[in-house]
Every structure is written in structure tokens, then in C-alpha cells.
């Protein structure tokens, strides 16, 4: 059964501090996302990136940065977190190519900045 | 740019009643559709999918046709349950590249016995 896994369920962090989300795919899939899920206004993409070491940015980039080091893991950091980054955070990766592939999705990372 | 606009919710049915989430898009080209369901305390799967205009997609007992000529893809189901209860959203792939979707802000469902 495929898989994306991301480290947290739930996260509470203080403003300021840096924040790490990992996210981790075992279907050998060339692309992963980061989304944030907000009420009213649906999932909004933060980074992409379509092989290691390669990112694009989403929509709102601003304030966060990724890494992919290695094909199967993705990351998403918060350099200064800031209570406008309360949200939930989910990860997501697709095989390359194709307009209709479909994103496998993990379960989410709840982030509360105090 | 490509967007998504979704009915207002929240949605709030008896079980067996017909359920229509309208969905209605913004696009160049032609845009691939996705419907995926969120269950609670999940991540988001796909529900169904259509790939050019006049397609039906299908899963679980919900429909959705892409309808170019409205530039629509609403998600039907005859008879919903209470496990129907979720948030469901509307989605497209404008054709670049990378498999990039754009969402619509999502409809949540809650279906009573």
C-alpha cells in the first residue's frame, strides 16, 4: 500500500524558533508538495520539487524554505515561525509526468505558533 | 491563472438524500478535474478523476462530468451515508508541468442518520 509520512501529528512551537516538517514517500515518486490547509480557502502550495535537490516555488512561498536531499524525503522549514503560520501543513508526492496523475497525500501536521 | 471555485458550505444532509457540490473552474487549455475527500483526522485521497471534457468519473457512488461548454465538474451522489461525512474538494492540473493541482477552498459534508 502506498505511503507518504510526515514526522507529526501535532506540533507547538514559539514564535521565532525554526521549525522542521519531514516528509517521507515510499513510492519511489519523482515529485512532492507542500500545501497548507486553511478554512475557506482550501489547500494553497508552498514548495514543489521534481527530483532532488531541485524546488519551485507555490503560491505563497514567503517565510518557508524546503529541502530534498534524497528522492524519498522532503522537508519543510519555518526559518522564524510566526503565529500566521498556525495551520495545517500536508505533504504530498506524484510519479512524474502526465496531467492527470494523481498526489498521494500524508495525514497532516498541525502546527500551533504561540 | 487557473482557480477553483467550490459551493459554500458546510453541507448538512439526512442520510439518503441526493448530494450535489458544485464546482466550477478557471483555466487555459484543457485542464485535467480531480474530486478528492478528506475523512476526518486523514489526509486527502482521490475520489475521482477526468481527464478531458465530457468524461464521467466515477468511484463509491459519486459522479462528476466535466462539462467544458459550463466549465463545471459538480460532484453528485443518489444517496449519501454517514460515513459520506467529510470535506471535499475540487481540483485541477492546468497542464504544466510537475503534476501541480490547484484547489478549491473545499465543502465540508456532514450527514446526520
Known amino acids: 500500500d502506498v505511503k507518504v509520512t510526515q514526522s507529526s501529528r501535532y506540533l507547538v512551537k514559539r514564535t521565532g524558533e525554526k521549525v522542521f516538517l519531514e516528509c517521507v514517500q515510499d513510492?519511489?515518486?519523482?515529485?512532492m508538495f507542500w500545501y497548507r490547509q486553511d478554512p475557506g480557502l482550501g489547500l494553497r502550495l508552498i514548495y514543489f520539487?521534481?527530483?532532488?535537490?531541485?524546488?519551485e516555488k507555490g503560491d505563497i512561498p514567503e517565510g518557508y524554505s524546503v529541502s530534498r536531499e534524497k528522492k524519498e524525503r522532503f522537508s519543510l522549514i519555518l526559518e522564524s515561525a510566526s503565529t500566521n503560520q498556525t495551520s495545517m501543513y500536508l505533504c504530498a508526492s506524484s510519479i512524474a509526468g502526465g496531467s492527470y496523475n494523481e498526489q498521494f497525500f500524508g495525514p497532516g501536521t498541525r502546527l500551533t505558533v504561540l | 491563472g487557473n482557480s477553483v471555485t467550490q459551493m459554500e458550505g458546510p453541507v448538512t444532509l439526512s442520510e439518503e438524500a441526493f448530494l450535489t457540490i458544485n464546482c466550477t473552474y478557471t483555466?487555459?487549455?484543457?485542464?485535467?478535474l480531480f474530486w478528492y475527500v478528506q475523512y476526518p483526522g486523514e489526509g486527502l485521497q482521490l475520489l475521482l478523476k477526468?481527464?478531458?471534457?465530457?468524461d464521467k468519473g466515477s468511484n463509491k457512488g459519486f459522479e462528476a462530468t466535466y462539462r467544458k461548454e459550463t466549465t463545471s465538474f459538480h460532484l453528485e451522489k443518489g444517496s449519501v451515508q454517514v460515513s459520506d461525512s467529510a470535506v471535499y474538494f475540487c481540483a485541477l492540473h492546468g497542464g504544466t508541468s510537475y503534476g501541480k493541482l490547484t484547489f478549491g477552498q473545499g465543502t465540508i459534508l456532514t450527514v446526520h442518520p
Open positions: 520539487s521534481y527530483d532532488v535537490k531541485m524546488k
Open positions: 477526468a481527464t478531458k471534457a465530457d
Open positions: 483555466a487555459t487549455g484543457y485542464p485535467s
Open positions: 513510492m519511489d515518486h519523482e515529485n
